[in-house]
């Protein structure tokens, strides 16, 4: 019986060839949720809970992302990222909330109490 015997060097090239046209689409570079999952825990004190992606009209990528925590931000966190293939692009737009107002009644508090203090040592 004979083999049959196909050429290496047809084979490698085909192979050759596929690659070049189907390698570069499966190598994009792109931003991923994960990458943006990762800057909100660095940078925020917002507890995820969700994440919404969007592409706006002028190109690049939208991230809402939903705290579990309400806190700091109760509209939840807002990302935007103009070049969707480069991570360092994404910048956060929300500024976290500070509630003032809570400082100045836990020193009213605090001087009422106080005071109260002073009364009772009398």
């Known amino acids: 019986m004979k083999k049959i015997h196909t050429p290496i060097l047809l084979g490698n090239l085909l ?6 046209v189907f390698l570069p689409s499966l190598a994009k570079a792109e ?8 800057m909100i825990i660095l940078k ?3 507890k995820l809970d969700e994440l919404k992606r969007s592409e706006p ?5 939208k991230y809402l992302a939903i705290c579990e925590n309400v806190s700091f931000y109760p509209d939840g966190v807002t990302i935007n990222c103009p070049d969707k293939d480069v991570e360092t692009s994404c910048k956060i737009k ?15 508090v ?3 109490h ?3 203090e002073k009364k009772t040592e009398k």
């Open 15 to 20: 192979f050759i060839l596929l690659s070049s």
């Open 31 to 38: 931003i991923k949720d994960y990458m943006i999952r990762r």
């Open 44 to 46: 925020t004190e917002c």
């Open 57 to 61: 009209s002028e190109g690049g990528f």
């Open 94 to 108: 929300t500024k976290a909330k500070k509630f003032d107002q809570l400082n100045l009644l836990k020193n009213s």
């Open 110 to 112: 605090s001087q009422d």
């Open 114 to 116: 106080e005071e109260a």
